[in-house]
């Protein structure tokens, strides 16, 4: 049975969780994160513990995977200098720049 490799995260490895293959890394907020083919930014980032994704408007709260199907818009990130991607949706590739989406504060 292979252990988890470093930036496994919460990821179960085979023979009880499935071969993802090659991973890669991405960066999230200048942080190196560990991702696999096929994922989404979301998983990947869920799997490395982060769950902080977006800020809201208003109220500077935090949000993040929310219904992880694309309809509750709560895991917006900026992916490559695109604003309001989800993350849920949004498949993660080699060397993407992702970060959390920040808005100005109104009130
Ligand atoms: S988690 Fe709801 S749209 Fe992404």
Redesign the pocket.
């Known amino acids: 049975m292979r252990e988890p490799a470093a930036g496994d995260g919460l990821r179960i490895p085979p023979p009880h969780g499935p071969d993802r293959g090659a991973s890669f890394t991405f960066r999230f907020d200048g942080r190196e994160i560990t991702a696999y083919p096929g994922e989404t930014i979301?998983a990947a980032l869920l799997a490395a513990g982060i769950r902080h994704l977006r800020t809201t408007r208003f109220a500077g709260a935090p949000r993040?995977?929310?219904?992880?199907?694309?309809?509750?818009?709560?895991?917006?990130v900026t992916v490559d200098g695109r604003g309001s991607q989800?993350?849920?949706?949004t498949p993660v590739t080699p060397d993407a720049e992702v970060e959390v989406q920040d808005v100005p504060r109104h009130g």
């Open positions: 979301g993040g995977l929310l219904c992880g199907i694309g309809s509750c818009f709560d895991c917006l989800r993350a849920c949706l």
